[in-house]
T-cell receptor, first 111, second 113 residues
Framework: NAGVTQTPKFRVLKTGQSMTLLCAQDMNHEYMYWYRQDPGMGLRLIHYSVGEGTTAKGEVPDGYNVSRLKKQNFLLGLESAAPSQTSVYFC??????????FGSGTRLTVV | SQKIEQNSEALNIQEGKTATLTCNYT??????LQWYRQDPGRGPVFLLLIRENEKEKRKERLKVTFDTTLKQSLFHITASQPADSATYLCALGFSGGYNKLIFGAGTRLAVHP
């Protein structure tokens, strides 16, 4: 039982490049989330999904897009990366209960 | 403005002592509060949840209190061990919908032998 798997684990992008971060969960969870974590700040919600085919904006959605075509997958896209998007990105999921299961994170550097 | 605050300075304690971490918040009315543990290079791991109508919750060596009047939660680890060294995050949860959480920045705990 893998839980929540994020790929890739590390990535370096040049400003203006695009990429997609993949989150996969095998727990049949309805809800999925993308957070970013920056030094000295709490995890901040980027986008979330309450079910297959649905997405919604969180606290810091600008510069990101998401898709949830399959229940088990939640993709986070950066269309034109900026240095301000250098961060560690975490995906999380849960069912009805409020406790999250997190992935191990993707460390992204934009140069 | 809305804030959730945890002590940004690391907490250093001796093995065997009780560690106490604080989470304060302003201008939120959470329905529950959670504590997570995060190790370097890893995602947070859920530890405990306490609801607004509960004063205290325990799980093995862990104890959480929740005072909605003071807008504060205390997280205690008794008989601390070096393996308890990690960053601990508090998170506020709200009733209704999809369980969106608001996280504090975390407090790093270092337990020394």
């Amino acid at each position: 039982n893998a839980g929540v798997t994020q790929t890739p684990k590390f990535r370096v992008l040049k400003t203006g490049q695009s990429m997609t971060l993949l989150c996969a969960q095998d727990m049949n969870h309805e809800y999925m989330y993308w957070y970013r974590q920056d030094p000295g700040m709490g995890l901040r919600l980027i986008h979330y999904s309450v079910g297959e085919g649905t997405t919604a904006k969180g606290e810091v959605p600008d510069g990101y897009n998401v898709s949830r075509l399959k229940k088990q997958n939640f993709l986070l896209g950066l269309e034109s990366a900026a240095p301000s998007q250098t961060s560690v990105y975490f995906c999380a999921s849960n069912r009805q209960g409020p406790d999250y299961t997190f992935g191990s994170g993707t460390r992204l550097t934009v140069v | 403005s809305q804030k959730i605050e945890q002590n940004s300075e690391a907490l250093n304690i001796q093995e065997g002592k009780t560690a106490t971490l604080t989470c304060n918040y302003t201008n939120y009315s959470p329905a529950y509060l959670q504590w997570y543990r995060q190790d370097p290079g890893r995602g947070p791991v859920f530890l405990l949840l306490i609801r607004e109508n509960e004063k205290e919750k325990r799980k093995e060596r862990l104890k959480v209190t929740f005072d909605t009047t003071l807008k504060q939660s205390l997280f205690h680890i008794t008989a601390s061990q070096p393996a308890d060294s990690a960053t601990y995050l508090c998170a506020l949860g709200f009733s209704g919908g999809y369980n969106k959480l608001i996280f504090g920045a975390g407090t790093r705990l270092a337990v020394h032998p």
